[in-house]
């Protein structure tokens, strides 16, 4: 069955929508059977007027979590974890309650609280109180627990960062090394990312990149550039930085079974509802969106201050998309965003 070509320009009118909504530029690339498609909209840098540039590199926040699954689930293959232990048997102590399992973090269903709800309750305010600190692992967790949990172990989905600190933990505890060891050794390496990198705690973005521009909450402030920060709120949860190359790279080759064996690629990829559309799925540290067109599209999405991602592909890596505006705290512009993904996938709409 051959794939529909993507309508690019419907992918065009997604990131000129988005920075119709506030955002000073986007980008997106898509590739496919046909070679790569590259769209940009807009300023990566408002200062110097610099075009927007998908050889530019970029905050991913949380598609963080794919490649720290993906580092899990490595592990998991290798004997060294196991998916239905409880973490306190990896991590003595760590959680309030023995029942919460390494698999209960990848599906967001632990009940650990949301740190980042009131951490960011004020946006710009929450992002100058973090924007230089540095956190331990074990002070992310401890901002967690101080909060009621969402529920009991396994029961409902419910997103939190904090997961994803505890799979950062698991990973350095199974390894003994930092998780950017982890990256570079079993996913940028081997897939020669050359713009992906985990830099925390530092706070600047080598190479050409984009500047991020956080919206504050009151209306007609003016932007504020979240561009250099440490993002140890969220580290093993949102702190790589990618391109829409190497973005596409790594879901492909996900889906093409070159980092997981096919039986671990098929537990990542089987998925819940998390919403009563039915339309958006969760699965272990992934995403699963079905289009109207009927196409299923696996990746994971992304919000850290000043921007914007999307990263999916299909499932046989055949066809991937990643898309980028740069901003946040401006729901609209990531609606907007997400247009790309039927124009991409979907192509062009039949009358
Ligand atoms: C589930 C999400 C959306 S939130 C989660 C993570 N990002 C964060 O936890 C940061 C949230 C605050 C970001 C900030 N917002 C505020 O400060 C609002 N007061 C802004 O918009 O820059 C990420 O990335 N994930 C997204 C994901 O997985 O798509």
Redesign the pocket.
Known sequence: VTSPAPDMDGVTAALKAAMDKGAPGAMARFSGPDGVRIRTVGVRDRASGAGMDTRARFRI???S?TFSSVVLLQLVDEGRLELDAPVNRYLPGLLPDERITVRHLLTHRSGLA?Y?DPM????VP??EAVRNRVFTYRELVGLSLALPRTGEPGAAYS?S?ANFVVVGMLIEHATGTPVATQYERRIIKPLKLRHTSYVHPKTSIKGTHVRGY?HP?EEGAPLVD?TEQTVSW?QS??AIVSDPADLNTFTSALMRGRLLPPKMLDAMTTVTPTDTAQTRFYGLGLRRYDLSCGTQIYG???????YYTYAFATRDGSRALSAMANT???GAVNTALGGTLEAAFCGKKTA
Do not use: C, I, M, P
């Open positions: 926040g949380s598609v979590k949301e980042t960011f309750d004020k946006t929450g992002f997103y960062n956080l909450d979240s969220a949860a949102g994971h999405t992304g919000t850290v201050q000043g946040s705290n401006r």
